[in-house]
């Protein structure tokens, strides 16, 4: 019997237009080729204005042990944006969202990690709000640290090798967004 929650696990496959073309199996799309896919990126905020950083778990088939934005995904073709969002907090860091703010919506980026797998995804970012204490799932995230949103911006600025390139170039983007005070890159 197959698991419906297997059985949903695709992604949305995009043309370079943005325009949706159907879907493909999760597990079989990240390669040296990957197609141009739907994704989202989000930053976790607490009430203090500082941000969520994960460390992608060592098992992650793209990118493991990076330290990236709070969490990822991808959304499922019949979910829309916000509940994706809202799936991928539960899943990955035990937590309910609340205040999901789009941010970025035309972010796309193309990355290609250490071992040649690449991520090709039309990506929107969205900042959320939690106050809920952390219970990340260890097959999604190997550790987790607050920061305020300076602190990160200076270390990407020192160190961006050591950070996800997605990340390095949202916050580039985010620098020219008008996000609340407390959270300013």
Known sequence: MTDPDQAQDHVVLLDEDGNRTGT????????RTTPLHLAFSCYLLRPDGQVLLTRRALTKR?????????????????ETMTEAVERHAAHELGVTVTGIDLVLPDFR????????????????????????????NPDEVAETRWAR???LGRAVSAAPW????????????????????????
Do not use: K
């Not at 793209?62 to 019949?78: A, D, K, L, M, Q």
């Not at 990355?111 to 939690?130: L, M, R």
């Not at 020219?176 to 959270?183: G, K, L, N, Q, S």
């Open 62 to 78: 793209t990118f493991p042990g990076v330290w990236t934005n709070s969490f990822c995904g991808h959304p499922r073709s019949h």
């Open 109 to 136: 980026y193309h990355a290609v990690d250490a071992s040649g797998v690449v991520e090709n995804e039309y990506c929107p970012v969205f900042f959320a709000t939690t106050e809920d204490d952390l219970a990340p």
């Open 149 to 151: 949103m300076e602190d």
């Open 24 to 31: 493909a199996p999760r597990a079989t799309v990240h390669s």
């Open 162 to 185: 050591a950070f996800s390139a997605w990340m390095v170039a949202q916050l580039t983007d985010l620098a020219e967004v008008d996000i609340p005070a407390a959270a300013s890159v």
